[in-house]
């Protein structure tokens, strides 16, 4: 890959105002753009690490384009990032899930800072793995938790140490002005874009700072960044758990072939949770809290079949499948800095160990069943990991879609997932509802659902379809449509 050509000092300073106005300044010279192989033409763009001095120290980040089928007949760019790990890597890997779009634009996949594509320099390589939150779902207890919050400190350390100073820039306001610069380097007066889980975070920054230099955005798998407090965050999660739970009952029930013949799901949940410990081939018991935590990782919908599978077994007498579910990953090092920017970026203050032994029993209440256990995870993913990077204050915390105008014809469309757990349907109706105009389009699956169709081989999808015609087109969904689970039939 050859470094791609610097933006110029106009371009760089034209980033910079919260609600800029359209540069008149000649266009910066664009990427220089090199085969990288899967059919992407990848490229390097120069940024500064902190937007507010763009004369001080600089950074890379990755950029990689799938180019238009008909380069004749082709709409333009449309900028990509698909989440907080290496958007390029899970393009070369799935390369179905945004393939289709390439039908129309030129699309470019933007790395967030720290993450690049593969053996690219652009990657902050952390030497200390970070530690699985399920571990604190598996074990209660004072000591585990101050174990975690060790693990998690030094994790976040290490992330330190390999950015050097390039740490202070991982925050979502600083990628937002990268897109920006991407933008002007594109040679585009208005931004179109695709912004899936932490993708749809860099978006709303970015309709924070430059509303106007929206032509339209996509977003799906948002995050409601403007909860202040993180008692209400895990009453969603909770709760989205619980509904969860519900959809695979009913999903079980519909379904010829079930594992779980005619009995109802939610049944026998509660007749192995009344009799743990269970037997397992291993000859270890498995206890309630791993019932629970092996539910709660099959609740996403892909996995559906195999919690089936193994909730029959575990009636069956052995429920060593339930307990291999519930196993928290193997630590892997170097890691990344995708859970520091994370935290760095809007997580609360993590409570106490007292005060969230009470959040936790409030938890019980709303969700009983499984959905409670959740608060454990969401806890302990910025557990131990203190401070955030320094930011302006215009764009520190608050509603990340503050400032946005409405226009005419909705410049924004938001997808919301019915089953979505990563990021619950009432957090991003609520981020949907800040921004004014926004078109609002309800699907039945669950994260990521759009690229998971794609990969699936689910081409023309009520989804998939209305997603396109708004970025082609410009013309959103009809108020109130609401698209089946797509994902949840072919299971």
Known sequence: MVRATAVLATAVAACLPATPAPSAAAPPAGPVWQGCGDGLEC?????????????????????ARMPARDPRGGLGPLV??????????????????????????????????GIGDRGSAATVRCSVPQ??????????????????????????????????PAYAGLTSWQVAHDLDAVR???????????????????GQAYLKLFPRRVERMYLEGVPDHGEPGVGRRLIAHARAAERQLASFRAWCA??????????????VLDGLLGRAPLPAASGRPVDEREIVAAVLAGLVSQRWPELARALSAAEAGDASALAAMAAPGQPVAPATVTRSLHCHDFMPAVPGYRRFLAMESRLRSIAPRVGWLTGRYEVGRCLGIA?????????????PAAGVRARKAPSVLVAIGRLDLESPASGAARAAGRIPGAAVLWHGDGHGAYLLQGTAKLRATCLRSRVHDFLVNGTPPRARTRCPGELTAVR
């Open 184 to 202: 002007a380097a594109l040679g585009q007066p208005r931004l179109r874009y695709f912004g899936n889980a932490y993708g749809a975070v860099y």
């Open 43 to 63: 490229a390097k763009l120069s940024v500064p690490v902190d937007w507010a001095r763009p004369r001080g120290p600089r950074t890379e980040i990755d950029l």
């Open 254 to 267: 519909g379904r010829l072939g079930c594992p779980l013949g005619g009995d109802d799901a939610v049944e």
């Open 80 to 113: 990509v990032s698909t989440g907080s790990e290496s958007t390029v890597q899970g393009v070369r890997a799935r390369p179905d899930g945004v393939s289709e779009l390439a039908r129309w634009f030129d699309v470019v996949f933007v790395e967030s800072r």
């Open 387 to 399: 401070g955030r990077p320094s930011r302006p204050p215009s764009a520190a915390g608050g509603d």
């Open 131 to 164: 530690p699985d939150p399920r571990r604190l779902q598996l074990t209660p207890g004072p000591a585990a938790w101050r174990a975690h919050a060790r693990d998690n400190a030094a994790y976040d350390r290490s992330c330190r140490i390999a950015a050097g």
